[in-house]
């Protein structure tokens, strides 16, 4: 994976978001692989996709990406909410390629965020436009990557650096029961996970619980929300994201 853009592919643009555009998404499609199965190279879908720039022919996969210069934020201005929110929720939501490049054009960071961590909470809904605006009423949206768990950002180059391919597929898979689950188990599980990780690498069910409230206040109509807690330990338990060490311990395994 050559970690330079093809910058005379950008000669014929002036505006700083096209020459972006044209140099990030020709970096994808010649430089990038499907994260699930390997595959190389992306297929591009025609221009003007609701969501989706990319596809795997092998697995169907989708991808959007979305590129930034120097850091990657939390915050990640989108499309318009509408459209984001029903792409997400429908059976072909893409999964997100996220970019930061240099100012030399050099790729520092590049990551995949699997469809199944994004959930309706992730998508904030932006004021809309102002009556003067061109686009007077048009209602945009921002991702917030705050509440994706760290297992949900598989990087295929950080800091410069390559990532091993069979360890971005590894990586990719290990989270795909995530798709077999309903919307609301799927939620339930995304967000225990999320406490989990601003815990020290081993920890306690007690120091789980201390996060009750806080997910009450996400799930207000369970009343259950320790059982729900064990049940959803339980569940990265068995797909080999935490480990149980006996007598309410456990560790991650990430």
């Given at each position: ?11 014929a ?18 430089q ?5 199965c ?5 297929a591009e879908?025609?221009n003007n996709?609701?969501v ?13 990406l ?11 201005n ?8 029903a792409?997400i ?6 999964s997100?390629?996220?970019l ?6 050099t ?6 965020i ?5 959930k ?8 809309p ?13 921002n ?9 949900g ?15 971005v ?15 609301d ?13 601003r ?21 207000p ?6 059982d ?6 339980q ?6 994201i935490?480990?149980?060490?006996g ?8």
């Amino acid at each position: 994976m050559d970690l330079n853009f093809n910058q005379q592919l950008a000669s014929a643009y002036k505006s700083p978001s096209q020459i972006v555009r044209v140099l990030s998404e020709d970096w994808v499609a010649k430089q990038s692989y499907c994260p699930n199965c390997s595959a190389q190279p992306l297929a591009e879908f025609a221009n003007n996709e609701p969501v989706a720039d990319f596809y795997c022919a092998n697995c169907k996969e989708q991808f959007e990406l979305k590129s930034k210069k120097a850091k990657l934020s939390q915050i990640i201005n989108d499309g318009a909410y509408e459209t984001m929110l029903a792409r997400i929720n429908s059976d072909d939501n893409p999964s997100f390629f996220f970019l930061t490049y240099s100012p030399e054009f050099t790729v520092n960071n590049f990551l995949i965020i699997p469809k199944q961590f994004f959930k309706p909470e992730i998508i904030i809904r932006r004021k809309p436009l102002a009556a003067t605006a061109k686009r007077a009423g048009w209602v945009g949206c921002n991702i917030d990557l705050s509440q994706v768990p760290e297992s949900g950002k598989v990087y295929l180059a950080k800091n410069r650096t390559v990532i091993a391919r069979d360890t971005v597929t590894q990586q990719f898979q290990k989270t795909l029961f995530l798709r077999q689950q309903s919307l609301d188990s799927r939620g339930w599980t995304l967000d225990v996970w999320q406490c989990i990780d601003r815990l020290d690498d081993k920890f306690t069910l007690k120091q789980v619980y201390a996060f009750a409230d806080e997910l009450q206040a996400k799930h207000p109509d369970n009343n259950h929300v320790k059982d729900k807690i064990r049940q959803q330990l339980q569940v990265l338990r068995d797909k080999g994201i935490i480990e149980f060490l006996g007598r309410g311990y456990y560790q991650k395994l990430y």
